[in-house]
């Protein structure tokens, strides 16, 4: 049986917030479905749209911009490059004028409150994120499709396995963490060498870099702007942004203009540990605070934990001087293959696995990146992530009011944290005294995704969200 190959571009995906699972897979799914019409050539036949959404979906869809995304995506909007200015505007026009440019070449009548339908009490058998579109034709006939939003971005269509991608003929087939360290044994390559070469099998090594440098670019720009943008969260809870006051606090209230001029700035604040502390802290911030303000972010693998990743990155920049194309692209090829170990062998979905799915998956991918690029063996490499999951095992996802705020946002400078020290631990560790492996807790954390009850699964019907009295506007 062929084992589910995962790119780098498959754990890092370029999007808008405020989730991967509620937003961007929602979003992926309405873009099939549209482009599933039109190739049965159907487009002009659909005189009505109707959106179902089920379980987790429903549940929390308001909050994560679940309506927002299947409407953005029935018009034909494209995550990566669609004016993150002009989500609300758009969506607001929808409703207003009750019309929705079908795969933006087909107007039709569309009522918000009828047509887009929350199933608060329904739940599909195969995943807790489903969606299900239906067209309704001239022909008094309707075609439909159900997708399910599986976590991290990834979408399945009902009847089908797999991403629909080509298999290609990988030189490292991997599955587990036994399996990378087998590779690794016997070429002596690091972990993000194996990952690179099995990139090969898919696009140039030109074309890999590049998109890899994109991520960056993004993760980059998204951080940037958080930290010099203050204000007030959208969705009713009255977050206060922090990042940008934080930054101000920690250089003083000098502008300056571009990513560049601002890390020397960074750097020439010393080095001490409360500075690096506070400094690594602000950088999951102000990525999470715009993942909650339909900002463009990477998901890393997850949007909810979108923060953690470009925080240990831009802590190794900074003060590990690690600012170099070639580390860059180590850090994220490293962390991309810990993220690919967990999904295979267990999941990235809160919806499936509570918030050690996403914020303890992502602080094993960074710790794991970071022991590399700081010299730290394979196997120091793989127990660093086994350190950084191993003590987030069991956390639960309570969103309070179904938005990826409280707790979400601080959760990312927890996550980053857990995450240099699981790295330092490593690099002060001899890997061959470890107790636990990898694949010991990427099993565990799938048992325990498992024995959870489904209220610490991104419903809010539980924790925090329940215990925290709120009142949210009506929508």
Known sequence: MQSEQISVFDIFKIGIGPSSSHTLGPWRAAQQFTAAVAGAGLLEQVVQVKIFLYGSLAKTGRGHGTDVAVLLGLI???????????????????????????????????????????????????HPNAVTFQAFLSTGKAFSGTYYSIGGGFVVREGETGSGKEPADLPFPIDKAQDLLHWCRKTGLKVSEVVMENELAWRSEAETRAGMLQLFSVMRDCMYRGCHTAGFLPGGLDVARRAASLNKKLIG??????????????????????????????????????????????????????????????????????????????????????????????????????CQ???????????????????????????????????????????????????????????????????????????????????????????????????????????????????????
């Not at 080095?271 to 999951?284: H, K, M, P, R, T």
């Not at 960074?366 to 127990?383: H, N």
């Not at 309570?398 to 959760?411: K, S, T, W």
């Open 253 to 354: 209230t000098r502008s300056y203009a571009d990513y560049d001029t601002w890390i020397k700035a960074i750097r020439e604040g010393g080095n001490g540990f409360n500075y690096i502390l506070d400094w690594v802290s602000c950088f999951a911030l102000a990525v999470n605070e715009e993942n909650a303000s339909f900002g463009r972010v990477v998901t890393a693998p997850t949007n909810g934990a979108a923060g953690v990743i470009p925080a240990v990155l831009q802590y190794f920049i900074v003060f590990c001087d690690g600012f170099s194309e070639v580390k860059i692209l180590q850090f994220i090829a490293c962390a991309s293959e810990i993220g690919s170990i967990f999904k295979k062998g267990a999941t990235i979905s809160a919806a499936m696995g509570g």
């Open 76 to 126: 034909g909007a494209e995550p990566v490059t669609f004016d993150v200015s002009a989500v609300t505007p758009t969506v607001e026009q929808i409703r207003q004028t009750k019309q929705l440019n079908f795969g933006g070449s087909r107007v039709l009548s569309f009522d918000y409150a009828e047509d887009l339908v929350f199933l608060f009490n329904e739940t599909l058998p195969f």
């Open 357 to 475: 799915a996403e914020i303890g998956v992502s602080s094993a991918m960074a710790a794991a990146a970071l022991t590399e690029c700081l010299g730290g063996s394979q196997r120091q490499v793989l127990m660093a992530a086994e350190i950084a999951m191993e003590h987030h095992l069991g956390l639960t996802c309570d969103p309070i009011g179904g938005l990826v705020q409280i707790p979400c946002i601080e959760r990312n400078t927890m996550g980053a944290i857990k995450a240099i020290t699981a790295s330092q631990l490593a690099l002060q560790t001899n890997p061959d005294k470890a107790k636990v492996s990898l694949d010991a807790v990427v099993n565990t954390m799938w048992e325990t995704a498992l024995d959870m009850n489904a209220k610490y699964k991104e419903t809010s019907d539980g924790g925090l969200a329940t215990n925290i009295p709120i009142s949210l506007p009506e929508c």
